[in-house]
């Protein structure tokens, strides 16, 4: 089990009794990315919250400054007058009356973001089960409902990513890629956490409890945060 031998002994290298600063982190996260492909580096937020409340679920979006790494496939829904435009602004699959249709019939999904605007979200209710089931119905406060589709598509291609906590309270957001330099996961990493405290819902208690870093199999560390 080389990765297993591998992992161990990067494990060594981390005290878990140890909160590291960003800048200390970062620098062990991407010493300790073992897999041999440029591995997704992941902020994980452990919340105070109940996540049972529906007025303390944390919903938001975050301009990453230097993106997630990821390529996202972005579907809009907009009148067919607009669907060229929408096209045209980057999005993957553009579309009205006919798109919701084929959903409607297939129940398939191949898109990791929707966008749509105002006007179109009556529409959407005969697929809301479908896209809320797979976490895409659009919302405003993760920016995906708005006027100008143009600038929402474009938003998305160039880091605009959206996060909500789970059941457990946790909330997980890929921040960028092991081969991004020290500086770059720094900087989404700030701004992810500058997003998460805005977000914060009316509560009693701490707020944002921990706050961990890591790559794709590799270990956690965790992170002090202003």
């Not at 797979?134 to 990513?161: A, C, H, R, S």
């Not at 900087?187 to 992810?192: L, M, S, T, Y």
Request: hydrophobic share 40%; net charge positive.
């Amino acid at each position: 089990m080389k990765i297993g031998k591998r992992l161990k002994n990067f494990k060594a290298k981390i005290d878990n009794t140890k909160v590291y600063t960003v800048e200390e982190a970062v620098k062990l996260v991407k010493e300790t990315a073992v897999a041999k492909f440029d591995t997704t580096i992941e902020a994980h937020a452990s919340l105070g919250i109940d996540p049972k409340k529906g007025e303390q679920i944390v919903r938001a979006s975050v301009n990453l400054p230097h993106g997630s790494g990821k390529k996202v496939r972005i579907a809009a829904f907009v009148p067919e007058v607009d669907v060229k435009k929408a096209k045209d602004a980057g999005a993957s699959v553009a579309g009205g009356e006919t798109l919701i249709e084929e959903i409607k019939k297939t129940g398939k999904c191949d898109f990791d973001i929707a966008v749509t605007v105002p006007d179109m979200m009556k529409n959407l209710a005969s697929i809301a089960r479908v896209l809320g089931q797979k976490g895409l119905m659009p919302n405003p406060k993760t920016g995906t409902i708005g006027t100008d589709i143009v600038k929402m598509i474009e938003e998305l291609q160039k880091g605009k990513v959206s996060y909500k906590n789970d059941d457990t309270a946790n909330v997980h957001l890929a921040i960028g890629k092991a081969s991004y330099t020290e500086q770059q996961i720094s900087e989404n990493f700030q701004a992810f956490v500058d997003s998460l405290k805005k977000a914060k819902p009316a509560m009693k208690g701490t707020y944002i409890k921990s706050v961990h870093l890591s790559s794709t199999m590799g270990p956690s560390v965790k992170v002090a945060i202003n």
